[in-house]
C-alpha cells in the first residue's frame, strides 16, 4: 500500500463493531482518521412502519425509475459522499469509502440504485448481517428517488423476514418516511434479538430460497438484501410496473 492510500478497516472489524451497535464516521471527506460512534439516542424506521405517501405510490406505480441492488455500489457511495446543499463537506472520507468497499466485496454492505433513462438519479447504501440492515447514506439527484430506493429497501427486507432497519441519527426526512427514535439501551435489545442463530431449519428454507433465485448465501446470513430484493423482483414478474407491487403491499399492511 503507498502512503497516499487510505488505511482501510478491516471487513471484520467493520462488521464486529455493527454487529455490537457501533459505527465509524469521519469529520470530513478528507480526514485520514475516523471516530467510533455510539449513540445515546438510535434512529430505527420499523418495517412494518414505513409511510407510503399518495405521491409517492403513484410514483412508484408509473415505474418512473428503474431499480436495481449492487450493480453500482461505489457510485452510489460516491453520490452520497459529493458535497450538497446544507452539507458541502461529507463524513464519508476516502477511508471510509475504500473500507465499506471492502466490507461490499465480503458480502456485507449493498446498494439499491434508482434509474432514469441509464443515469443514476438517486440510491442508498448500508450493511447488512443477520436479520439486520444498517443504513449508512442516501442520495437523490430527481423528486423522489432515494424514497423509491428506500420503499425498495424495506419491501426487499420484509420479503426475507428482516426484524432491525437502522437508521443511525433521526432526520425530517427520515421522520416523515416513518423513522423512529429510540434509547440505545432498547436498540441494544433489538440489535441482540435480530442476530439470535438461526434454527436448521431457517437456514435450510433460506439456502434453498437462494438457491432459487440465483442469490449468494451463508451460514452467518442466510438471507440478505440481494436475496430479499430477487424475491420481490420475482414476486413483481409480468407485472408492468415492479413498483406497482410495492405500493400495493405497504397499502395492505399500513
Not at 438510535?42 to 425509475?65: N, Q, V
Not at 434509547?183 to 434454527?199: G, H, M, V, W
Amino acid at each position: 500500500m503507498s502512503r497516499n492510500e487510505p488505511l482501510t478497516i478491516p471487513p471484520e472489524l467493520l462488521l464486529k463493531a455493527y454487529r455490537a451497535g457501533i459505527f465509524p464516521m469521519a469529520d470530513s471527506r478528507d480526514d485520514p482518521d475516523v471516530f467510533w460512534v455510539e449513540p445515546k439516542m438510535r434512529a430505527i424506521l420499523p418495517l412494518d412502519g414505513f409511510h407510503m405517501s399518495k405521491s409517492l405510490a403513484r410514483t412508484l406505480r408509473r415505474g418512473r425509475f428503474t431499480v436495481t441492488c449492487n450493480t453500482a455500489f461505489e457510485a452510489v457511495i460516491d453520490a452520497c459522499a459529493a458535497p450538497r446543499p446544507g452539507a458541502e463537506d461529507s463524513w464519508i472520507s476516502m477511508r471510509i469509502r475504500e473500507s465499506y468497499i471492502g466490507l461490499h466485496q465480503h458480502g456485507h454492505a449493498h446498494s439499491i440504485e434508482c434509474w432514469n433513462d441509464g443515469r443514476l438519479v438517486g440510491g442508498l447504501y448500508g450493511v447488512g448481517f443477520a436479520r439486520v440492515f444498517c443504513g449508512e447514506s442516501m442520495f437523490s439527484r430527481e423528486t423522489d428517488a432515494s424514497k423509491v430506493a428506500l420503499a425498495w429497501l424495506v419491501a426487499s427486507l420484509r420479503q426475507i423476514d428482516a426484524e432491525l432497519l437502522d437508521c443511525q441519527f433521526t432526520t425530517s426526512h427520515l421522520a416523515s418516511l416513518g423513522a423512529v427514535e429510540i434509547p440505545q439501551s432498547q436498540y441494544l435489545r433489538l440489535l441482540s434479538q435480530a442476530q439470535r442463530r438461526y434454527s436448521p431449519d431457517e437456514a435450510a428454507a433460506a439456502r434453498a430460497l437462494a438457491d432459487a433465485l440465483g442469490v449468494g448465501a451463508d451460514g452467518a446470513a442466510p438471507l440478505g438484501l440481494p436475496a430479499g430484493f430477487a424475491a420481490l423482483r420475482s414476486s413483481a414478474f409480468g407485472v408492468s410496473s415492479p413498483g406497482n407491487v410495492i405500493a400495493q403491499s405497504f397499502t395492505h399492511t399500513s
